[in-house]
């Protein structure tokens, strides 16, 4: 079996701030991590693999030093690595993002047929979740988004079962390979780097692929040029003008504070008091 | 995976601005459409939100306003077209066939794309719900236009009849605004809970387009073999709770997190969280309120510990009343709380509880 997991290198959002002064972001000393989400998605590549055995190769597009991420994705156990890195890709929008993966994706293909793609279920910067359905649609593969488990996949038959999750309930579904995969966080938890891997990783030779490498026919489909989307601004959010009433005390004790607060919220929302209460009460 | 609307950092040149002419083959797009998504019998109260502001967006453009309502023939499909109609929608298209039954990304995209290709919508909303963005995905690459996910503010560009679609970007540090070019239809999805919910008019009726969807069973590769519904108790439903308690990074360590159980059981709230804090393993993801987690509209929102990022921002300002405890007086929380008690969480939660039980206790008396 030979699968693919596509990863990406983010900033690590949670570290993200903006000045109180300029309303400008801080971007310095940010460090780049890979989408948790996506690991997500390796981890579960990588049990199929202990599973049924596989090839897994992970592919990853953006700038030269996303090299750190799928080096990351080679020492928890990944077989090849491929990155997709072309000044043409710069400014893609998810159709462009889509267009490019698909494109290598396509170039894996003549090296060894692809049998499943990973995809995380969304990063933790765009957010968008477009991507994996993009890809999906562009190779025709069966898509099964927000997957929870994967009950079994019978290579001979070329089928797979997956739970997914849906509103208010979970999806049991199978289908036919080949299949793009976009799994759910908090399904596995990342294994451990072996020693093995780690030296593998590090003297590994990455493949790096420009547009050409990766096969991209139509230009016009990539990058700033082949996304339908584009931003028109950027800002930080308007502060309002009205702030919190602080709370004050003469004691300023909690207890204190506490008892004013309700007073003056009961006072000025009277109709808060109404759903307060234990539930079953 | 990729990260498409947010690529280039706030520095860069604004390039929506540039002016363009819409290619004439696209001026044929008329009119806004919502996927109205339904399950078990009712319709998705996102639907509702979505036609409330696609009202909105269609009558400052001077178009009429559709859903979209696909399903299997006697699955109310008819009383959800009516659904729609009484929160704003003029017309509906209703594509009835078997393979509709369940949700399934190949035959949904497929009926969806159909209609689009024929009918020729200038704007598309969904919801961001486990559907909505399944289906967004793949009929945005279907049919090679663009596509704004979990928008927080839709509005006309008044200069070129544009979509101007504003969602948090940076992982939620910052907002950006996202146009589509020249592409057709502009897509975008919002997540539940983000636009308020429209008053709902029952005299209003409107009229019911038919299509009929060129799919049979034995075409569809996926087959939908169980079902299996949610056990509700145990689930946290926080997008529609009416009283939430949140915790932050601030309370320091994940025993203090109890100090929110303790408050939120008194005062019969749900519980939420911060990013930081599911991500430490505290609470469940399925508790995080901000951005990259649920959008709530509570009527009370009590925030410990909680800076006020604009990732967990825009997640909760919609609530009515928000109580912010900090022990930091410069936190970006108080530029938009109702109240604020400058001090330790770990203090202040605890007799925030005694004094709802004291003020329950005494109202109780009254009674």
């Given at each position: 079996?030979?699968?693919?997991?596509?990863?990406?290198?983010?900033?690590?959002s949670a570290q993200?701030?903006?000045?109180p002064?300029t309303?400008?972001?801080m971007?310095?000393?940010?460090p780049?991590?890979?989408?948790?989400?996506d690991?997500?998605?390796?981890?579960?590549?990588?049990?199929l693999?202990?599973?049924y055995g596989?090839?897994?190769t992970?592919?990853s597009?953006g700038?030269?030093?996303?090299e750190?991420?799928?080096?990351?994705?080679l020492?928890?156990?990944a077989?090849?690595a491929?990155l997709l890195t072309?000044?043409?890709f710069?400014?893609a929008d998810?159709?462009?993002t889509?267009y490019?993966?698909?494109?290598a994706?396509?170039?894996?293909q003549?090296?060894?047929p692809?049998d499943?793609?990973?995809?995380?279920?969304q990063t933790?910067?765009g957010?968008t979740?477009?991507?994996g359905p993009?890809?999906?649609?562009?190779l025709?593969?069966?898509?099964l988004?927000?997957?929870?488990?994967?009950?079994s996949?019978?290579?001979?038959?070329g089928?797979?079962?997956?739970?997914?999750?849906?509103?208010?309930?979970?999806q049991?579904l199978?289908?036919?390979l080949?299949?793009?995969?976009?799994v759910?966080?908090g399904?596995?938890?990342?294994?451990?780097?072996t020693?093995?891997?780690?030296?593998r990783?590090?003297?590994?030779?990455?493949?790096?692929?420009?547009k050409?490498a990766a096969?991209?026919?139509?230009?016009?489909?990539?990058?700033?040029?082949?996304s339908?989307?584009v931003v028109?601004k950027?800002f930080?959010?308007?502060p309002?003008?009205q702030?919190a009433?602080?709370i004050?005390?003469q004691?300023?004790?909690?207890?204190?504070?506490?008892?004013?607060?309700?007073?003056k919220?009961?006072?000025k929302?009277?109709q808060l008091r109404?759903?307060?209460g234990?539930?079953?009460? | 995976?990729?990260?498409?609307?947010?690529?280039t950092?706030p520095?860069?040149?604004?390039?929506?601005?540039?002016?363009f002419?819409?290619d004439?083959?696209?001026?044929?797009y008329?009119?806004v459409?919502?996927?109205?998504?339904h399950?078990?019998g009712?319709?998705?109260?996102?639907s509702f939100?979505?036609?409330?502001?696609?009202?909105?967006l269609?009558d400052?453009l001077?178009?009429e306003?559709?859903?979209v309502?696909l399903?299997?023939a006697g699955e109310?499909?008819?009383?959800?077209?009516q659904?729609?109609?009484c929160?704003?929608?003029?017309?509906c298209y209703?594509?009835?066939?078997?393979?509709?039954?369940?949700?399934r990304?190949?035959?949904?995209?497929?009926a969806l794309?159909d209609?689009?290709?024929?009918?020729?919508?200038?704007?598309?909303l969904?919801g961001a719900?486990?559907l909505?963005?399944d289906l967004?995905?793949?009929v945005a690459t279907?049919?090679?236009?663009?596509l704004?996910a979990?928008?927080?503010?839709?509005?006309?560009?008044?200069?070129?009849r544009s979509l101007?679609?504003t969602?948090?970007?940076?992982?939620g540090?910052?907002l950006?605004?996202i146009v589509?070019?020249?592409?057709?239809?502009?897509m975008?999805?919002?997540?539940p809970?983000?636009?308020?919910m429209?008053?709902?008019?029952?005299?209003r009726?409107?009229?019911?387009?038919?299509?009929?969807l060129?799919?049979?069973?034995?075409d569809?590769?996926?087959?939908?073999?169980?079902?299996?519904?949610?056990?509700?108790?145990?689930?946290?439903?926080?997008?529609?709770?009416?009283?939430i308690v949140?915790?932050g990074?601030g309370?320091k360590?994940?025993e203090?997190f109890?100090?929110?159980w303790d408050?939120a059981?008194?005062l019969g709230?749900?519980v939420?969280?911060?990013?930081?804090?599911v991500q430490?393993?505290?609470?469940?993801a399925?508790?995080?309120?901000?951005?990259s987690g649920?959008t709530v509209?509570?009527?009370?929102?009590?925030a410990?510990g909680?800076?006020g990022a604009?990732?967990h921002?825009?997640?909760m300002e919609?609530s009515?009343?928000?109580?912010?405890?900090?022990?930091?007086?410069n936190?970006?929380?108080f530029d938009?709380?109702?109240y604020?008690i400058v001090?330790?969480?770990m203090?202040?939660?605890p007799?925030?509880?005694?004094?709802?039980?004291?003020h329950l206790?005494?109202?109780?008396?009254?009674?």
């Amino acid at each position: 079996m030979h699968i693919v997991v596509c990863i990406k290198q983010v900033p690590d959002s949670a570290q993200i701030r903006v000045h109180p002064v300029t309303n400008t972001i801080m971007r310095q000393g940010v460090p780049a991590i890979v989408n948790p989400y996506d690991l997500v998605a390796l981890e579960e590549a990588l049990r199929l693999k202990d599973r049924y055995g596989a090839r897994v190769t992970v592919l990853s597009m953006g700038p030269p030093q996303a090299e750190g991420a799928l080096r990351k994705a080679l020492s928890f156990g990944a077989d090849e690595a491929i990155l997709l890195t072309d000044r043409a890709f710069a400014g893609a929008d998810t159709l462009a993002t889509s267009y490019a993966l698909a494109s290598a994706i396509r170039k894996i293909q003549q090296d060894m047929p692809v049998d499943l793609v990973f995809a995380g279920k969304q990063t933790i910067d765009g957010d968008t979740a477009q991507v994996g359905p993009g890809i999906a649609i562009r190779l025709k593969l069966q898509l099964l988004t927000y997957v929870s488990k994967i009950e079994s996949v019978d290579l001979d038959q070329g089928e797979l079962t997956v739970q997914r999750r849906a509103e208010g309930g979970v999806q049991v579904l199978k289908t036919r390979l080949p299949a793009l995969i976009t799994v759910l966080e908090g399904i596995n938890e990342m294994r451990f780097a072996t020693m093995n891997d780690m030296f593998r990783a590090a003297r590994y030779p990455l493949k790096v692929w420009d547009k050409d490498a990766a096969g991209v026919e139509d230009i016009s489909k990539i990058g700033l040029k082949g996304s339908p989307t584009v931003v028109s601004k950027v800002f930080a959010p308007t502060p309002r003008t009205q702030k919190a009433e602080i709370i004050q005390t003469q004691s300023d004790q909690p207890g204190d504070l506490a008892a004013t607060l309700l007073a003056k919220m009961f006072t000025k929302f009277p109709q808060l008091r109404a759903g307060i209460g234990p539930r079953g009460a | 995976m990729s990260n498409p609307t947010a690529p280039t950092p706030p520095a860069a040149k604004p390039a929506g601005r540039r002016k363009f002419e819409l290619d004439p083959r696209l001026k044929a797009y008329k009119g806004v459409w919502v996927f109205i998504e339904h399950e078990r019998g009712a319709v998705h109260p996102v639907s509702f939100e979505l036609l409330g502001e696609g009202r909105k967006l269609a009558d400052q453009l001077g178009v009429e306003l559709a859903g979209v309502v696909l399903g299997a023939a006697g699955e109310d499909t008819r009383r959800f077209c009516q659904d729609a109609f009484c929160h704003g929608a003029d017309l509906c298209y209703l594509v009835e066939d078997p393979v509709l039954a369940q949700y399934r990304n190949q035959p949904y995209t497929k009926a969806l794309t159909d209609l689009v290709n024929k009918y020729q919508p200038e704007i598309l909303l969904l919801g961001a719900t486990t559907l909505g963005r399944d289906l967004a995905g793949s009929v945005a690459t279907t049919l090679q236009t663009g596509l704004t996910a979990d928008c927080t503010g839709l509005a006309i560009d008044p200069e070129n009849r544009s979509l101007a679609a504003t969602r948090p970007t940076f992982g939620g540090s910052l907002l950006c605004t996202i146009v589509t070019l020249n592409y057709r239809p502009q897509m975008a999805t919002v997540r539940p809970r983000v636009m308020s919910m429209p008053a709902r008019d029952d005299t209003r009726s409107g009229r019911i387009v038919e299509e009929s969807l060129a799919l049979l069973e034995t075409d569809i590769v996926t087959k939908l073999l169980d079902f299996i519904a949610d056990e509700k108790r145990d689930e946290a439903n926080l997008p529609f709770a009416d009283i939430i308690v949140a915790g932050g990074r601030g309370l320091k360590r994940p025993e203090n997190f109890q100090l929110v159980w303790d408050l939120a059981e008194v005062l019969g709230a749900e519980v939420g969280a911060t990013r930081p804090v599911v991500q430490s393993g505290w609470v469940g993801a399925d508790r995080q309120v901000g951005q990259s987690g649920k959008t709530v509209r509570p009527k009370l929102y009590i925030a410990a510990g909680i800076s006020g990022a604009v990732q967990h921002r825009v997640g909760m300002e919609g609530s009515d009343v928000i109580v912010a405890i900090n022990q930091d007086a410069n936190a970006p929380i108080f530029d938009f709380a109702t109240y604020g008690i400058v001090g330790n969480a770990m203090q202040i939660l605890p007799a925030l509880t005694a004094a709802f039980r004291q003020h329950l206790a005494t109202a109780k008396q009254a009674v």
